[in-house]
């Protein structure tokens, strides 16, 4: 059997996905209805890009949107490739490409005109606010919203987990949403009406979850447990020594990073319907926590702060990189550059030489350590790259540029994010809460 997707799921079936989760108003949606109640004006200022007032008595968006572009399909970095419209612009999680990398370091952090994320308020959810008595109103300097910026709107929240959130997935052909939690279940959720319809109690703390065409492979300790939607089986992956803290799939292999440090390898094996262990990488002196394939190399990244570059064929370290100064906690490919984000509050971008040796070609600098990365494109195909940091925040940056175009909040620190069909994205944070967010169309300024 191929564990390669084949993008099973029709276009039609897409559009169907959460649609009954939609009916009630996200808290962006709610103060864009309040605002157009009080007046029914857009913003002026808004419309020159530089509007300062949070909340802002006026419409930040045209009374009569644009029909929104055709919404782009796809995986997520560590999941599968990503590709929009424009294949020179695609996030990819396992690519088949050659590493023929090329050096174009000048096209990051070009900021524009550095629209995107404005206002004047302090970019902190309101205290009072979440507890549902903030007397402040619109004179309060906080964000009554869990988000900031143009471009995503909340669709809904899934409650019942009571952990943080480590694993997010969407296998192909379903309809069923999967959360992994560190209170040592999964929940499976009815893309239709947002039910949870099955618990199920996985004997262990969940550190990773990803899906690769029909298959659902949870990381615990000492175990990964591999299920396949469409046949019911149910497989115990042996081997792991501690947490499995990231999975990836590439070249019909499923690498699992682990606690004492190896990554341990398995192949599919049609005859026995069965994965069969197939080697165990051991160069990193510390637990690994991020994998993910692209150009036939699988990149891990480690709490020894290295990531280490493997051939996919040879299934050897070929290249360690030591730039970052702490847990390199997550890996992401976009086009021909490798992106890597650590507690050191850093992105590096990674481009390679005419050696076809990786080097750093751009590092981008936050206040906060960087938990995770996730690619995606908005509604007009533009390459997005989402980042969560340790001050439960995750952050919307255009690509090249790095431009910040938004930001979401949570509770607490988000350490999952998963992109879906038809502009869907989900986040899961500390508390255990998993959000739904639907991408919307960013109204253009008319004259």
């Not at 939609?22 to 009080?38: E, K, L, R, W």
């Not at 300062?52 to 929104?68: G, T, V, Y």
């Not at 959720?189 to 199920?200: F, L, P």
């Amino acid at each position: 059997m191929d564990l390669d997707y084949n993008g099973g799921n029709s276009a039609n079936t897409n559009k169907r996905v959460f649609h009954r989760l939609g009916g009630g108003q996200s808290a962006n949606d709610t103060s864009s209805h309040n605002h157009s109640q009080q007046n029914q004006k857009v913003c002026y200022h808004w419309r020159a890009g530089r509007c300062n007032r949070f909340p802002c008595p006026f419409l930040h968006r045209e009374i009569s949107a644009p029909p929104p572009h055709a919404a782009v399909n796809g995986g997520v970095g560590a999941k599968r490739g990503f590709v929009g419209n424009d294949s020179s612009s695609s996030f990819s999680g396992r690519r088949g490409n050659n590493s023929n990398y090329s050096n174009s370091s000048g096209r990051f952090g070009n900021k524009g005109d550095g629209r995107g994320v404005r206002g004047g308020s302090v970019e902190k959810v309101c205290t009072y606010w979440v507890q549902g008595h903030c007397n402040r109103g619109d004179t309060c300097r906080f964000l009554h919203s869990w988000s900031l910026g143009d471009g995503f709107s909340l669709l809904t929240q899934l409650e019942g987990h009571q952990k943080v959130i480590n694993g997010i997935a969407l296998p192909s052909g379903s309809d069923k949403l999967y959360t992994g939690s560190k209170d040592e279940t999964v929940r499976v959720w009815d893309c239709q009406s947002g039910q949870c319809m099955v618990v199920i109690n996985v004997g262990g703390e969940v550190g990773c979850m990803i899906s690769e065409g029909p298959w659902i492979f949870v990381g615990t300790p000492n175990v990964v447990k591999a299920w396949n939607t469409q046949t019911n089986a149910d497989l115990s992956l042996t081997g792991p020594v501690g947490q499995v803290y990231a999975m990836v799939v590439g070249n019909d292999l499923l690498f699992a990073g682990t606690q004492d440090g190896s990554i341990l390898v398995w192949k599919f094996n049609a005859a026995t319907y069965n994965f069969e262990p197939a080697a165990s990488l051991n160069d990193h002196k510390m637990a690994v926590v991020s994998l993910v394939v692209g150009a036939n190399r699988l990149y891990s990244g480690s709490m020894d702060h290295s990531i280490k570059v493997w051939s996919l064929e040879t299934l050897q370290c070929v290249q360690t990189l030591k730039d970052h100064t702490s847990v390199v906690m997550s890996l992401l490919c976009w086009e021909q550059f490798l992106l890597s984000c650590s507690l050191d509050q850093t992105i590096k971008v990674w481009a390679a030489t005419e050696s076809g040796n990786l080097e750093v070609t751009y590092t981008h600098k936050e206040e906060h350590g960087l938990l995770t990365l996730c690619g995606m494109h908005d509604l007009e195909g533009k390459p997005i790259l989402l980042c969560s940091s340790n001050d439960s925040s995750v952050h919307f940056f255009d690509l090249p540029s790095f431009s910040e175009k938004g930001k979401i909040f949570a509770k607490q620190e988000i350490r999952a994010i998963q992109t879906g069909p038809g502009g869907l994205f989900f986040t899961g944070d500390g508390t255990g809460q998993v959000r739904v967010w639907n991408s919307v169309a960013i109204p253009t300024a008319t004259t």
